[in-house]
């Protein structure tokens, strides 16, 4: 949930992705307006705002390796591609997603990450390249401290109750996309029937990418606005959303919700994921946490 912002150097720094961003013009001034630039991998995080990174430049394109930047034509032909998929929508939509989100996680200036996808998302990985799970290989574990560590199927989610909620979607840069529905199991289920240990106070969520991860405390992963999501505006989530399984945190900023979930580990402590490395909230309420005050979402 991030956009593309002015780099160390004032040069434009390739978006340090996690998540989706809604389509928006970029705020180049850096995505606190109220702060000073962000620099590094703050610098159009996921989701960002705040002070500069803490490790300016570890993730610039140049220590990534990335290749040179896309061209013209496929920037004009992603937006192509952006326009088909609105006029013909539904299954034809998640594949444009899928190509517009792996063309943007190889482009080193982050241009592309600033060209709207399928209902006004932006798409942005952490990784090198959207991962992809299915029905056949797709597993979530759950453990650490619990009684009775689990591992889920695609099938198993679906098999427990279904909670659907419909919130608005907001990035810490600011961006809003409204009405927004995820369905799934809610985390206190699987919590519940796992059985969390006395020890327990928090969550770390792994994903498959092997980058992306992130932390709830106990209290809060417990709430009814918490799911483990299936469904995103009622379609199975894309790959390019952070699908099959991913973590919807309704009432905090959408880098909270990890994408691509493969594991939910009960720990006694709480363990910052990726992005709060970088010095994002740990606690990641909207309107309540990294400087900004925008309208809470639930």
């Not at 006004?120 to 650490?144: C, K, M, N, Q, W």
Request: charge should be neutral; charged fraction near 20%.
């Amino acid at each position: 949930m991030d956009d593309t912002t002015a780099g160390p150097s004032g040069t434009p720094a390739r978006a340090h992705r996690a998540g989706e961003a809604a389509a928006a013009a970029p705020d180049t001034a850096g995505p606190d307006a109220t702060g000073p630039r962000a620099t590094g991998p703050r610098a159009g995080g996921p989701d960002a705002t705040g002070t500069g990174a803490r490790n300016p430049g570890a993730h610039s394109p140049e220590a990534a390796g990335r290749g040179a930047p896309v061209g013209r034509r496929v920037v004009l032909g992603m937006l192509g591609l952006g326009a088909v998929g609105v006029a013909v929508g539904g299954a034809v939509q998640g594949k444009i997603d899928n190509v517009l989100a792996s063309v943007s996680a190889e482009d080193p200036t982050g241009v592309t990450g600033l060209l709207p996808g399928g209902g006004g998302f932006r798409f942005y990985s952490v990784s090198d390249s959207i991962p992809h799970r299915g029905e056949a290989d797709y597993r979530l574990t759950v453990g650490g401290l619990v009684d009775k560590p689990a591992t889920y199927t695609l099938a198993d989610l679906r098999a427990l109750p279904q909670t659907r909620l419909v919130r608005d979607v907001q990035c810490v840069t600011g961006w809003r996309v409204p009405k927004t529905a995820f369905s799934g199991v809610l985390l206190s289920t699987l919590l519940e029937h796992a059985g969390v240990q006395r020890k327990g106070v928090a969550l770390r969520f792994n994903c498959f990418d092997g980058v992306y991860t992130e932390s709830l405390t106990l209290g809060q992963a417990r709430r009814p606005d918490m799911l483990v999501a299936l469904t995103m505006n009622d379609k199975p989530v894309t790959a390019a959303h952070g699908g099959p399984v991913r973590l919807y945190a309704a009432p905090m900023y959408f880098y909270k919700s990890a994408k691509w979930l493969s594991g939910i580990v009960v720990t006694d402590e709480v363990q910052p994921g990726y992005w709060e490395h970088y010095g994002y909230d740990v606690d990641g309420w909207v309107g309540k946490s990294n400087g900004r005050n925008d309208d809470p979402t639930s």
